[in-house]
């Protein structure tokens, strides 16, 4: 089982920036594919992006272009870099990890941090 903590939310003005980070603990962090996924107000969790243990990626067309997914192994920890934000982008960010491989799907990621929120300004 591994365990995930997020951080780096706050509040943005439209157009800005934020860093989100997810560290990772317990099992062998190389072995889980790590996602970043978000929930909105009144709406369902969504996909954003997700990383392998070997840096492949997968992004929701949304955010391509806008964010980017990475990771450092050596530190357990994965990272989503955000730029051009915008208020459609205002919502709770969950790490989330899975074995195998990259998914798009919500339900298929097991584990999950508590989510770090990320208020952007108009």
């Known amino acids: 089982q591994v365990q995930l903590v997020e951080s780096g939310g706050g509040l943005v003005q439209a157009g800005g920036s934020l860093r989100l980070s997810c560290a990772a603990s317990g099992h062998t962090f190389n072995d889980y594919v790590v996602g970043w996924l978000r929930q909105a107000p009144g709406k369902e969790r969504e996909f954003v992006a997700a990383?392998?243990?070997?840096?492949?990626?997968y992004y929701n067309n949304s955010v391509k272009g806008r964010f980017t997914i990475s990771r450092e192994n050596a530190k357990n920890t994965v990272y989503l870099q955000m730029n051009s934000l915008t208020p459609e982008d205002t919502a709770v960010y969950y790490c989330?990890?899975?074995?195998?491989?990259?998914?798009?799907?919500?339900?298929?990621?097991?584990?999950w941090g508590q989510g770090t929120r990320v208020t952007v300004s108009s």
């Open positions: 989330a990890a899975r074995l195998r491989s990259l998914s798009s799907s919500v339900s298929e990621y097991a584990y």
């Open positions: 990383i392998s243990w070997r840096k492949s990626t």
